[in-house]
Structures are given as structure tokens and as C-alpha cells.
């Protein structure tokens, strides 16, 4: 007989006899009690109320995870009746402490649909909402669960990650999350959570979309915890019969940690083609050019604009990397994806993703296995003010021309769309784009090569200097994605580096020749005013009237803001042509110039008011 | 700071609790019938002169299902321990429509007897990328012995609902011991790594359960006289029931008979849901 019977099947056959009295203290026992904790604030929120306006849609108001938008979701909205939690500080298969339930209302699951609440919800309403979580199972009606003791963060560094390294490697991490760990394993396609719903292995080289945190700390709570309800094991059980220390486990944090860039990466607006004048244009995607050529981080979301929609895209972000030497442009598009579509070992996940997310618009995907796909968006003319097309490749008033790769048939073509589903291939003569595409451990490469004039009327010429806007989408095959059901970015810029104007050298020393000159007059003037420079005639140093030294001081402080300014606007050209030394040090020389000239100004109000 | 308000205030509600229960004796009248239902189960009650079995076969007719071949191409340690390729085990048939991996166990009339956790453990091993047994029983709170026969990674993913979970990494050869302690027929158990190993294991609060072998015979021994539902429980044909009458030294006959038309039977389960089989019931298709 289960435990549930037993709970439910206890009060019928027992029968107590209560007398009214007894049930009266009861009662008033059972008041004092909760009148007893004037610190709590749950008392005056209603947990339940709280859980049914902000968390059902999602979690349902059963708490089985199947609320409305539980289908536009995956990983799945957590079920609540499993008492399955994946981010604890205890043991695998254990309950979470109240403080870890807290922790992931208030901050949110990264990589997931999981918002934080912290700024949302008062804290008086999580804390109820955390009570009332805990009535979906019976579970937690036993004892409290007791966290684990994790103690403290060895020091990290190379050795540590060197360490780590080889404890990946022995404890064979790379089984789901490939060799450089990009989610790319064996076993990848083959996972399902506990509730038979497909699951995609943590792409390590994104940490700050790990569901239970991206630091040292977070990595090895996880490895000791696991994370119940899916694939991710304990590693406790291995440190326990010694097969490797507690301090390995912490070097095994370090090296997954080390995986992902140190800060998550910022997103920039611009992205730059470095002007290469010593050496040729890569013509590959081995070439070293590409190691000593920034990466710019340009995130997607699904394309949830159009029917068909697609919520669940597997391509998070692509990186960025843009070269040219004058006559033709080289981009390096970069992004995680662990298969090279389509793969048979990936149909049938495919096809459960395409089960599981169960769109029911209008030619929406109902099987996977097509090619894996790059769409490079660039609008067919530039117009004046920055106007840019819809951002869904165009529409008919300002089309958008494009490059796209497909993995089945390598290389690319150009398009011209005017709006999403239209691209049309323009004629062979017209087709200028080369590409070539790599897929290794769980990433594709893809470098676009083309022209910058291509001479074609419907192209879209590239002009060093000149902000070109810039979008991107991407599919994965097997991942069910095609057509419409892909991600999108919105539009970024592409400006092509210049040749460093002459000026750029000669005006620095001039601007600073200047200045020295200007600064010498100054302290000359301030040096004349306070009767420090002996002038030869006490006579003339009389007639100086304090009119003319007020003039020549504003002056000179006017002429240095202006000087600042231009400096300033030096600086912000150096910036955006990708001259970004050249903008640091004119960014300098203005700020001393515009510090001086401040100095200046204030300098001689101060002496000519003093000396009335 | 929760988990102290949640602590006072749930001693302040269980006092409450305590009042409101104990108030039952003090009424009058209802102790009787109260002791009686409260009486501790006896320990070991088991007098092996009188003790009684049952016996019998569990069988199948009908097309056997195709079991698919397992590729472990990926895996070469583990390819090279089968002779003969390796297959699913969802339903695995012997000679004379013998039906293997089957639960069998008493699942009703053993309620007022009460038996010691055993001491010794069950063993779930991983050898060759299979588990062995595929099916497994063991008592409440016993413990299991999970066990890496492979020396490469295996996680042993047990999914309960009456019990609490647990999913172990063993990446080399080694022992983990876990325990159910609450009666649970059945838990599936699987490896994530291996896609195809998948396990099944029986938790019940008595010794009298048992796993068919290939030729169907199962028997259950030492059981005290008495009237017992005996159950069979089958991954992908569901469970059958049987009622026995236990003599004193005698053997109690079953005989269950499985067949073709029950493919696809609800399978009592702490079961995934399915949103691939929307009713609910994880039924292999082959």
C-alpha cells in the first residue's frame, strides 16, 4: 500500500470521538499559534493569491507545471506536485531548504523562462508564496531537509584549471557536454527530464545561462547537489569512496568556469570591420587574423512576430568578427550548435521538441531534420537619417538584402526580401557572396567573403567609415527549425575602418605644442598680475588695466574648450572608425585641454573679481 | 529566518494538533475500536512448521513484440562484452511462453504482520551497458547496492513518486548504496549516458515478492497460512492480480496468463508524463 493511501485512508477507519470542550482549547491553541510569530510576515499574505495572479500561467494553478504558456517553454515550467527542485543546497533526490525555494523565486533561473520576482513581489509575498509552494507535495511534511556542508572555494588559477581539466576528463563530463564543452556529447540527443520532456545539455562556454548559476561557487553546488529532475548528477557519491578528493571536485568548478568569458559579454551596437593594411584578407577561418580580431557579441530570441512563431530557439547569440582591406570584407560569424543538421542521432529529439513545444499556428514545423541555416540582413540601400528596414528582412517600402548559408549546401547566395518568406535569389550574375563553413565541437563557423563595391545595382555597397545596418538569424535543422520558427536579432551597425587620415598624426603634437604655448602665456599673465614677473617699467606695469587682462585670460580659456572640443570630436571619430587607440589618447588631450580651459576661465574671474 | 518562523509556528500548530487528537479518548466510547487499529503489526510472526508457498508460472501468448537491437557501436568496452548483439528488454519471452521480468509480489493480506529491514543488500549492477536484473525487488528501507561493472560512466537515475529521487554519477568501477524506504511497485531507473539501459525496481514492506525467469516460473516461499491477492506486474503489459488461499505446508497455485491484446495496459508507475503518449501511459513503441 503507498504512502498516499496510507495518509488518505488514516481519519476513516479511526473514528476519534471529539468532546466540544476539548475541541474549544483546540482552537484557541491553534489561534495563539498563529498569533504567536508577530515577526512573520506571511501571516498577513495570502500565499495562494500571490501564486495564482504571477505564477500560474506558467506553473498552473494545480502547481503541475502546465499553465497556459507552460507549451511556449522549454525547459518546462517546474511541477510543483513532484517536489522536484533543481537548484538546492542539499543532497540529490533531497527537498530544498525554504532559503533555496527563496533564493530561485527572488533571482530567477538564468537560461530559462524563470524570471527573478525580488523587484516584482514584496518580500512578505515571496515568503508566503515559498509556504504555499510547499503545500503542491506531500513531501514536504517530514522533517525539514538538512543543506549540505560545502565548505570554502579552493584558490583557483592555472594549476586549478589544469586539474580540472584532467577531473573532466576522468569523470567523463564530456559524455553530454562534449570535449570543449558546448552541450555537443554522445549522449546529448538522448535526454529527456524526469517528466519525459527533451533536454538540451548545458552549453558550458555560457555561463551566465547556467540554470543554477555561473560562478565557482554555484558550479560546484551543482556538481554536489546535482540538479534533480534532470539528466545532471550528484558527484558526491565519487568524492565520498575516494575516487577523487573534494579539492579535485572544486578544480573540476574552476575549469568549467573557465570555459565562458570572465564577464558575461556586453552587447554593442557597433560592430567593427578592422582595416587590415599589412596583411591579406583571411580567405579562411583557420587564419590567425581571426585570434587577433574582436568578437562581438550579438544575442537572438525567437522569432515570435509571425506565424509561424518559434519560442524556443536554439541558437542563443552569434559572434561576431569583421575584417576588410578596401577591396572586400570578411565576416566571421561564429555560434553554438551541437549538431551539424541534419543528423540522424538528432532526429528523434527534434521531433520531441517539435511535439513538446506544440505550436498550433498556421504552418508551424511538425518534423525536424532540415538544414541548419544563417541569414546575414542588411538593408538594399542606405537612406538618409538612419532609417533602417523592419527588422523581419524588410518589407516592400525598404527591402532588405541578404546573404544566406545552409549547412546541406555550403556557400552562399544573395537575396533581396521585402518582408519575411519573400527572399528572392537574385540571378547568378549578380551573386558576389563567397562562404565557407566549419563544424567542430558543437560550433559552426561561417565566413562571409564579398566585395565591398560589388557594382551591382540591387547590391548594397560598402563604404569605409559608413554605419551599415546590420541583423542576423539562425536555425538549427534539428532542432525543428525552419521557415519562420528561427532566431532573429534585432539591428546592429557594421562600419568599416578607415586609413588613418594624416591629421590623425600631425594634429596630436600641434594640439599639444599649443597648449604649452598657451599654458606659458597664462602663467606669464597670472605671474604679471600678482607683480611676480619684474617688469622694467614700474609705468606701464601700472597701465595694464585689469579690463585687458580679464579679456586675454576668457580668451584664452575659450579658445582651450574649443580645442577640447574639437579634441573630443577627434576621439569619438577614432572610436567609431575602430581607431579606438587613437579615440583613448585624443579622449586624453581633451580632457587636459578642457580642463585647462576651465581652469582658465575660472582662474581669471577669481583674479580679475579679487582685484577690483 | 523562514525556516525559525516556520519552526515556531509549526510547534505552536502541532501542539494545537496534539490538543485537538488526544481530545478522542477523553470523549468516551471510541477507545476501543481506536486501540485496536493502533496495535503495532507483530514482529517475524513467521512459523516456518506451518509456513505455506505459492508457486507457478507467468506466461504469454500471442506475437511477441520485436525487441530492437541496441547499437553500442559508441561504446566498444561495453559491445565487446555481449557475444551476441545486445537487445532492448521491454519484453523478453523464453521457451513455452514463459514470460520473464516479471513482479511478483503479495499485495494484499499481509497488513497486521510487520517484517525486519534485511541487512544484506540487493545488487543493481551495470555490466556491459545493461542492467542487471533488469528487474529488481527489494524491501523498504534495504539497501541497494548500485554497482559500476563497466569502469566508465554510468548515472543511475531513479525517479519514485512515493519515495524521494536520486541520480548518481559512477564514472569509474564502484559501489553506491541508496535505499527506498517507503513501499513503491515500481520505480523506474535509467542512465541518461546510455539511453537504452533501463531498470525497474520493486519496494515492498515483506519478503514475499519475486522476479519470473525466462522460463515464466515464479514462486514465492515461507509464507503464513492465509488468504493473499497476489500481483504481477509487467513493464509493457500492465499488472494482473490473483487470489490465493495459503494452507498450512501447502502450495498455493497462479498462473498468469499475459497476452497479445494487453500491449499498452495502463503500467502502474511513478510515470513520466508523456506529452508523446497524451494518455498518460509510457508504452514503448517498437
Known amino acids: 500500500m503507498s504512502a498516499l493511501q496510507n495518509f488518505s485512508s488514516h481519519d476513516s477507519h479511526k473514528k476519534p470521538h471529539l468532546s466540544p470542550q476539548c475541541v474549544v482549547l483546540g482552537i484557541l491553541l491553534l489561534g495563539v499559534g498563529l498569533l504567536a510569530i508577530p515577526g512573520d510576515a506571511t501571516a498577513q499574505v495570502d500565499g495562494q493569491v500571490v501564486y495564482d495572479q504571477w505564477c500560474a500561467g506558467c506553473h498552473g494553478e494545480d502547481g503541475a507545471g502546465e499553465g497556459p504558456a507552460a507549451n511556449t517553454m522549454l525547459p518546462r515550467p517546474r511541477d510543483f506536485t513532484l517536489a522536484l527542485y533543481q537548484v538546492r543546497t542539499t543532497g540529490s533526490g533531497q527537498l530544498p531548504t525554504d532559503e533555496d525555494i527563496l533564493k530561485v523565486i527572488n533571482d530567477g533561473m538564468p537560461g530559462t523562462a524563470m524570471p527573478g520576482w525580488e523587484d516584482v513581489l514584496t518580500e512578505a509575498e515571496i515568503l508566503a508564496l515559498v509556504d504555499y509552494l510547499k503545500t503542491f507535495s506531500r513531501f514536504f511534511q517530514g522533517d525539514p531537509p538538512t543543506p549540505l556542508d560545502f565548505g570554502r572555494a579552493t584558490s583557483g588559477g592555472e594549476d586549478a584549471i589544469a586539474r580540472g581539466e584532467e577531473v573532466y576528463q576522468t569523470v567523463e563530463c564530456w559524455r553530454c557536454h562534449g570535449q570543449q564543452g558546448r552541450g555537443d556529447g554522445e549522449s546529448a540527443p538522448t535526454l529527456n527530464d524526469d517528466t519525459g520532456f527533451p533536454i538540451f545539455t548545458a552549453d558550458l562556454t555560457e555561463n551566465w545561462r547556467f540554470n543554477g548559476g555561473g560562478e565557482v561557487e554555484e558550479i560546484y553546488r551543482v556538481l554536489r547537489t546535482g540538479l534533480d529532475g534532470t539528466p545532471m548528477p550528484t558527484f558526491s557519491d565519487i568524492v565520498d569512496a575516494g575516487v577523487i578528493t573534494d ?103 527534434g521531433s520531441q521538441v517539435v511535439a513538446t513545444m506544440g505550436s498550433e499556428d498556421q504552418g508551424a514545423a511538425t518534423s525536424s531534420g532540415t538544414a541548419d541555416q544563417l541569414v546575414v540582413q542588411f538593408p538594399q540601400e542606405l537612406s538618409e537619417g538612419q532609417e533602417r528596414p523592419y527588422f523581419l528582412q524588410g518589407d516592400t517600402r525598404r527591402p532588405a538584402y541578404t546573404w544566406t548559408w545552409q549547412s546541406d549546401v555550403g556557400g552562399a547566395f544573395e537575396s533581396i526580401a521585402r518582408g519575411i518568406g519573400t527572399a528572392a535569389r537574385q540571378p547568378d550574375a549578380e551573386q558576389h557572396v563567397r562562404a565557407t563553413a566549419q563544424h567542430a565541437d558543437g560550433q559552426w563557423k561561417v565566413l562571409f567573403v564579398r566585395p565591398l563595391d560589388t557594382g551591382g545595382a540591387e547590391d548594397l555597397a560598402l563604404t569605409a567609415g559608413q554605419a551599415v545596418p546590420m541583423a542576423f538569424q539562425a536555425w538549427d535543422g534539428d532542432n525543428g527549425e525552419s521557415g519562420n520558427q528561427g532566431a532573429i536579432s534585432t539591428w546592429y551597425f557594421l562600419v568599416l575602418g578607415q586609413p588613418t587620415p594624416v591629421a590623425v598624426y600631425v594634429a596630436p603634437p600641434v594640439a599639444l605644442a599649443l597648449t604649452l604655448l598657451f599654458g606659458l602665456l597664462v602663467v606669464r599673465q597670472a605671474q604679471v598680475g600678482s607683480g611676480m614677473w619684474q617688469e622694467p617699467d614700474a609705468a606701464a606695469r601700472a597701465k595694464r588695466s585689469a579690463q585687458k587682462r580679464k579679456l586675454a585670460g576668457m580668451g584664452v580659456g575659450v579658445i582651450w574648450l574649443g580645442m577640447a572640443f574639437g579634441a573630443y570630436q577627434n576621439s569619438r571619430a577614432g572610436w567609431e572608425t575602430g581607431y579606438a587607440d587613437l579615440g583613448f589618447w585624443w579622449a586624453i588631450i581633451g580632457g587636459l585641454l578642457a580642463i585647462a580651459g576651465l581652469g582658465a576661465l575660472i582662474g581669471t574671474w577669481i583674479h580679475t573679481r579679487t582685484s577690483k | ?279 498518460g501511459h509510457q508504452v514503448v513503441d517498437h
Open chain 1, 247 to 349: 579539492e579535485d571536485l572544486w578544480s573540476l568548478a574552476h575549469y568549467v568556469r573557465s570555459l565562458s568569458p570572465e564577464e558575461e559579454p556586453s552587447v554593442e551596437e557597433v560592430v567593427t570591420a578592422r582595416l587590415l593594411t599589412d596583411t591579406p584578407l583571411p580567405q579562411t577561418i583557420e587564419d590567425v587574423v581571426w585570434e587577433e580580431t574582436e568578437r562581438f557579441y550579438v544575442p537572438l530570441s525567437g522569432q515570435i512576430v509571425v506565424q509561424p512563431r518559434w519560442f524556443n530557439p536554439r541558437v542563443d547569440a552569434v559572434w561576431v568578427q569583421a575584417v576588410h582591406d578596401g577591396q572586400e570584407l570578411a565576416l566571421l560569424v561564429s555560434w553554438g550548435d551541437p549538431s551539424e543538421s541534419p543528423d540522424t542521432l538528432w532526429t528523434e529529439f
Open chain 2, 1 to 279: 529566518m523562514i525556516e525559525r518562523f516556520g519552526e515556531l509556528r509549526n510547534t505552536a500548530l502541532l501542539v494545537s494538533v496534539f490538543v485537538i487528537a488526544g481530545c478522542g479518548g477523553g470523549g468516551g466510547g471510541g477507545g476501543a475500536d481506536a486501540g485496536a487499529a493502533d496495535a503495532a503489526p507483530a514482529e517475524s510472526p513467521v512459523d516456518a512448521a506451518t509456513a505455506g508457498n505459492v508457486a507457478g508460472m507467468v506466461t504469454f501468448t500471442g506475437t511477441a513484440p520485436m525487441m530492437a537491437e541496441i547499437n553500442m557501436g559508441s561504446e566498444a568496452s561495453c559491445a565487446s562484452k555481449h557475444s551476441t548483439p545486445p537487445t532492448e528488454e521491454g519484453f523478453v519471452g523464453g521457451a513455452d511462453g514463459g514470460l520473464a521480468n516479471v513482479f511478483v509480489y503479495v499485495k494484499e493480506g499481509l497488513e497486521s504482520l510487520s517484517f525486519p529491514t534485511p541487512t544484506s543488500a540487493v545488487v543493481l549492477n551495470q555490466d556491459g551497458c545493461m542492467y542487471s536484473p533488469h528487474v529488481l525487488g527489494a524491501q523498504a528501507g534495504q539497501d541497494i547496492t548500485l554497482r559500476n561493472s563497466d569502469g566508465i560512466l554510468h548515472n543511475i537515475n531513479a525517479s519514485p513518486t512515493e519515495n524521494r529521487p536520486f541520480n548518481v554519477s559512477q564514472p569509474v568501477n564502484m559501489d553506491t548504496n541508496r535505499a527506498f524506504p517507503v513501499a513503491e511497485v515500481m520505480i523506474p531507473v535509467r542512465c541518461d549516458v546510455h539511453g537504452w539501459m533501463t531498470a525497474y525496481v520493486g519496494i515492498v514492506d515483506h519478503p514475499y515478492f519475486a522476479v519470473s525467469g525466462s522460463d515464466g516460473s515464479v514462486s514465492l516461499d515461507g509464507l503464513p497460512p492465509g488468504d493473499y491477492v497476489i500481483e504481477a506486474w509487467h513493464e509493457q503489459l500492465g499488472t494482473m492480480t490473483s487470489n490465493v488461499t495459503v494452507t498450512t505446508g501447502g502450495t498455493a497455485e497462479i498462473s498468469f496468463e499475459f497476452t497479445e491484446a494487453m500491449a499498452g495496459s495502463p503500467v502502474p508507475m511513478g510515470e513520466p508524463i508523456d506529452l508523446l503518449h497524451p494518455d
